[in-house]
């Protein structure tokens, strides 16, 4: 039986452990972690699902006897691979791989506790093998479907940007859904780092221009589904800033003190040359690590 696109859950033993297993057999290892989602879709999803012409979350379902998972990986303990999806995941598919490979952990904690909470991931979930755009037209019932909708704060910070983006936190605002934001970056120090130059006022706004041909449909998709940009704008900055907030205060437990004190040097060195240079990146990094060991 053909499980309906809005209840196609991935669940971290899928995003971790079986990404991971199925990376070492194609070869790419280590290079899994620099992947951009989009890649991933391409030389993994796609490759994977190749044959049977379906979605990776169909292809589990199909080879679920078969897959190559290790019993013994200490990422997670149940086995459960796929389930009813409780959040829809926002992303920009040109952001890294592994923020969507490693989304559960960082909301919900430590390994082994997070293998049966499911989300919906449209390059998991999606058929990649066939016209994207039909597919989609159900995207807004799925929104609706879900308790809340996450997004993942590229390292660029592009992801705000994109109409699809715009189009998903909208839908999930006019539902009254909340809204969660995930830092994607290499290490916690670095969305530390991230965290602070929001609270600093530099945080990515929303934007709905685009030259694209593409994304000027889901511009009119906008524009016809009543979303008030304006409120979609206004309510991201909050779940930007309170996502900052709570990254550098309870999730990294950086004492005020300390807070304010690596934010004085960012304003001083100026936001843009930290993020642009790794050297004043680190400079501010040194200011707050102590209290991350």
């Given amino acids: 039986m053909?499980?309906?696109?809005?209840?196609?859950?991935?669940?971290?033993?899928?995003?971790?452990?079986?990404?991971?297993?199925?990376?070492?057999?194609?070869?790419?290892?280590?290079?899994?972690?620099?992947?951009?989602?989009?890649?991933?879709?391409?030389?993994?999803i796609e490759r994977m699902t190749g044959e049977d012409k379906c979605s990776f979350h169909e292809w589990i379902a199909k080879h679920r006897t078969d897959l190559p998972l290790d019993a013994a990986h200490d990422y997670v303990r149940k086995r459960t691979l796929v389930g009813g999806p409780k959040l829809f995941v926002s992303h920009y598919w040109?952001?890294?791989?592994?923020?969507?490979?490693?989304?559960?952990q960082y909301l919900y904690g430590a390994p082994g506790t997070t293998s049966n909470r499911a989300f919906w991931v449209d390059l998991f979930v999606v058929n990649q093998h066939v016209e994207l755009a039909k597919q989609l037209d159900q995207i807004e019932g799925v929104i609706k479907q879900c308790e809340g909708t996450v997004l993942i704060l590229d390292e660029e910070w592009i992801a705000p940007s994109r109409p699809w983006c715009v189009y998903e936190l909208g839908i999930a605002l006019r539902e009254e859904h909340p809204i969660y934001v995930a830092f994607g970056s290499p290490n916690e120090q670095w969305r530390v780092l991230y965290a602070l130059g929001i609270l600093l006022g530099h945080y990515p706004k929303l934007d709905i221009h685009t030259n694209s041909d593409g994304d000027r449909d889901i511009v009119k998709r906008i524009e016809s589904s009543k979303v008030d940009v304006e409120m979609v704008k206004q309510k991201v900055k909050q779940a930007l800033i309170a996502a900052a907030r709570d990254e550098v205060t309870n999730k990294a437990h950086v004492p005020e003190k300390i807070a304010d004190e690596a934010m004085n040097l960012i304003r001083e060195i100026g936001w843009q040359k930290v993020r642009n240079s790794g050297p004043e990146a680190q400079r501010v990094i040194g200011v707050f690590q102590r209290s991350l060991l």
């Fill in 94 to 104: 040109g952001g890294k791989f592994r923020d969507v490979m490693y989304l559960p």
């Fill in 2 to 44: 053909e499980i309906a696109l809005g209840d196609r859950g991935i669940t971290a033993s899928t995003t971790i452990d079986l990404m991971w297993r199925i990376a070492g057999e194609l070869g790419l290892g280590n290079a899994l972690l620099d992947l951009p989602s989009r890649k991933a879709v391409t030389e993994i």
